[in-house]
């Protein structure tokens, strides 16, 4: 047991979903990033992340970048080259792999069922292109196409059901396309952000197969479409500010590995995280959903140290087949404390959520609470959250506050 709760601890410092951030970063970034998420009721999942983000926009030439995401167990990265054919494309090759990264966790009717829930770690190779489509605007506007083949290890955890039969190792053909003006930095505390994007991605497996007790399958196929509308800004005298986004999906053939899931605390575990305070990290599964976000935050002390927060999040469900909830709506709320270091390096966030519908017990309600971490080794003195001073570059001029991706 000592031994299971070391791989357990191990494992919750990895990013749960090392995705590739948008297009090529245009920002020297050298990041430490850690998020948990702990229900104060009932048995779940460990839900967190401990990673470190390193982007050089200059790698041996100036034509270069590297995009490093470090945890512990795990690797995700990209080498891009900038201005390929014309000098708005670019191109990127990813390479990402390691422990855990696969892992499904089960969790239906508001309970954590580790009996059928099991290991999953992965290996990946992908290419991308980004096509900047409008080079004298302010606010960049990109059409971005990946290609990624994905492997799967499957195995049993030690809780794993004996009669639960794990699915075979899965081979895949993964593709995401998409359109995407402005964008949002891969940082807690960015100041200014807005993003309209549309996506499509298909998971293309080399073979259909049936698990579990018989009643699970993984499709052959499975396609998602989704868009987000974002709007993030901070007013300069005061240090408050509002984040709102809308996010609206809808699938075709999914499965347990391709539904959306919903739930959590977790900002930077995706590209596309779909949070909402109070509820397990993923606890919905959905084939369709629309969701709004929205929070609220303003400075406490006059050295604009230390914040409050008031966030919240509502969602509009259809279920997957099996793991579906009573009620089609699906809420939550929370509040939050954040100290901000003088020069703005160091980051700490103590969150509680509040799941409004969630199902504990066979009540509603369950409550939450969770930890955000961010220390940045190129932090800028001269504002505490983030702004930019004015450059030009192929991305743009930022104007002092470079809308990002």
Excluded: C
């Amino acid at each position: 047991m000592i031994q299971r709760g070391w791989v357990f601890a191990i494992a919750g410092l990895l990013l749960f979903e090392l995705n590739a951030f948008g297009q090529l970063d245009p920002e020297k970034r050298r990041l430490i990033q850690i998020g948990n998420n702990l229900p104060l009721e009932g048995s779940a999942p460990i839900a967190g992340y401990g990673f470190y983000y390193y982007n050089n926009p200059s790698f041996i030439n100036t034509n270069m970048t590297l995009r490093l995401a470090v945890a512990p167990i795990y690797l995700d990265g990209e080498l891009g080259f900038k201005g390929v054919l014309t000098p708005e494309t670019d191109i990127g090759i990813g390479m990402a792999g390691g422990g855990f990264g696969d892992t499904y966790s089960e969790l239906r009717g508001g309970r954590y069922i580790k009996e059928e829930s099991f290991w999953g770690h992965t290996a990946e190779i992908s290419s991308s292109i980004y096509q900047r489509l409008n080079p004298d605007w302010r606010v960049p506007m990109w059409w971005i196409a990946r290609a990624g083949l994905h492997h799967a290890f499957y195995d049993r955890s030690s809780d794993t059901a004996d009669n639960f039969m794990i699915p075979d190792d899965v081979n895949s053909i993964n593709i995401r396309t998409g359109f995407r003006l402005g964008g949002k930095e891969p940082m807690i505390n960015t100041p200014v952000a807005l993003e309209l994007s549309a996506w499509y991605e298909a998971h293309l497996r080399d073979n259909a197969q049936t698990y579990g007790f018989g009643d699970r399958h993984i499709e052959s196929a499975s396609h998602t479409f989704w868009g987000r509308a974002l709007l993030k800004y901070t007013f300069e005298e005061s240090q408050q500010y509002f984040d709102v986004s809308f996010t609206l999906g809808t699938s075709i053939n999914a499965d347990r590995f391709s539904a959306y899931r919903l739930g959590g605390m977790l900002p930077l575990v995706s590209e596309f995280p779909l949070s909402i305070p109070g509820y397990f990290f993923q606890e919905i599964s959905a084939t369709k959903f629309g969701l709004i976000n929205a929070e609220y935050s303003f400075p406490i002390t006059p050295g604009k140290n230390w914040r409050v927060s008031f966030f919240g999040a509502a969602a509009l469900v259809d279920y997957l087949q099996g793991l579906e909830l009573p009620e089609d709506w699906q809420a939550g709320v929370g509040t939050g404390v954040t100290w901000v270091s003088p020069r703005g390096a160091w980051l700490i966030s103590l969150l509680y959520g509040h799941g409004i519908n969630s199902i504990r017990n066979g009540d509603e309600g369950s409550n939450q609470v969770g930890f955000l971490f961010q220390y940045d080794f190129d932090a800028v003195k001269k504002y505490r959250f983030r702004r930019f001073e004015p450059t030009v570059s192929p991305y743009g001029t930022s104007g002092g506050e470079r809308i990002f991706h």
